[in-house]
Nanobody, 121 residues
Framework: QVQLVESGGGLVQAGGSLRLSCAASGSIFSFNTMGWYRQAPGKQREVVAHITSGGSTVYVDSVKGRFIISGDNAKTTVYLQMNSLKPEDTAVYYC???????????????WGQGTQVTVSS
């Protein structure tokens, strides 16, 4: 069974920084992408950033230049360094990953439980 465990959320003042971590556990054969989504109160969940197994990264426009996603393939861990945080970054942040558990099975989507990030003005 695969689990994603997030850590690093919290309360920070505007302009501050936080680093989120997401560690995967279980019998993972390989991953396609790992990334972060967020959901603010009353809003739909949106993608923030993701990274592929080849190291390519994609960011939503609102975080470009402020957030950096990185990964550790060996540990199947993904990080999100969040700098210059703004009140509008306040949300629950969810880790997401596409893993396959063997060479003959397809990729499956997995979610973490979420971690709260609150940015005060």
């Amino acid at each position: 069974q695969v689990q994603l465990v997030e850590s690093g959320g919290g309360l920070v003042q505007a302009g501050g920084s936080l680093r989120l971590s997401c560690a995967a556990s279980g019998s993972i054969f390989s991953f396609n992408t790992m990334g972060w989504y967020r959901q603010a109160p009353g809003k739909q969940r949106e993608v923030v950033a993701h990274i592929t197994s080849g190291g390519s990264t994609v960011y939503v426009d609102s975080v470009k230049g402020r957030f950096i996603i990185s990964g550790d393939n060996a540990k199947t861990t993904v990080y999100l360094q969040m700098n210059s945080l703004k009140p509008e970054d306040t949300a629950v942040y969810y880790c997401n990953a596409e893993f396959r558990l063997g060479p003959l099975v397809g990729y499956k989507n997995y979610w973490g439980q979420g971690t709260q990030v609150t940015v005060s003005s």
